[in-house]
């Protein structure tokens, strides 16, 4: 299952700034809208963090905010996994920017994945060597029923990368694909730091 990486999104007031506070925790931006509304960075031990600006975001995120998200390498692929493992509204859809899937948490909550992108058209690619292979992002997320949630993560490919806490999630809204008023999986963001050898 080495197809899915883990890429929260947070969702900022401050893209450029905050951007450069996470180039300087080791990061590196790998792709970056023209506008400058969205950057996503790598970290070389691992996962990803996408930067969305708040005020331009069509979910209606606030600023601060980070959602459970991930990048995939075929939308449609996860999407029957998802609904094998008995998640059957895992649904794909087109955007501007390439295909999506869209699922519903065991709590209730969405969670979205990009496809990578091939067509870059209005970003633009940049290179990626000096990520700090030391470090990685990871993320908590509180769910009354770890268990339950566990299994979601392990149909998704993400287990390793999300810390569950045995609690209620935020009750938070969000605007969903559709229109919607929905709640989004909202986490807790970390980032990791192997000792160097």
Do not use: I, K
């Amino acid at each position: 299952m080495n197809d899915v990486t883990l890429r929260p999104v947070r969702f900022t007031d401050d893209v450029a700034g905050t951007r450069a506070y996470f180039e300087q925790q080791g990061l590196a931006a790998r792709v970056v809208a023209v506008g400058g509304g969205w950057v996503d960075l790598v970290a070389g031990g691992g996962g990803m963090l996408a930067l969305h600006d708040a005020a331009s975001s069509s979910t209606e995120q606030p600023s601060g905010r980070t959602t459970l998200s991930a990048e995939c390498q075929d939308a449609e692929a996860l999407a029957e996994r998802l609904r094998e493992a008995g998640f059957d509204d895992a649904t794909v859809y087109d955007e501007g920017y390439g295909r999506v899937l869209v699922v519903t948490d065991p709590d209730g909550g969405l969670v979205q994945v990009d496809e990578r992108q091939d067509d870059l058209h209005g970003y633009h690619h940049l290179d990626v060597s000096g990520a700090d292979p030391a470090v990685s992002v990871r993320v908590v997320l509180d769910s009354p029923d770890v268990a339950r949630y566990r299994a979601f993560l392990e149909a998704l490919g993400l287990a390793a990368a999300v810390e569950l806490h045995e609690q209620e999630p935020q009750d938070v809204r969000a605007t969903a694909p559709d229109g919607r008023p929905r709640r989004p999986a909202v986490v807790r963001l970390q980032l990791s730091a192997r000792p160097r050898p």
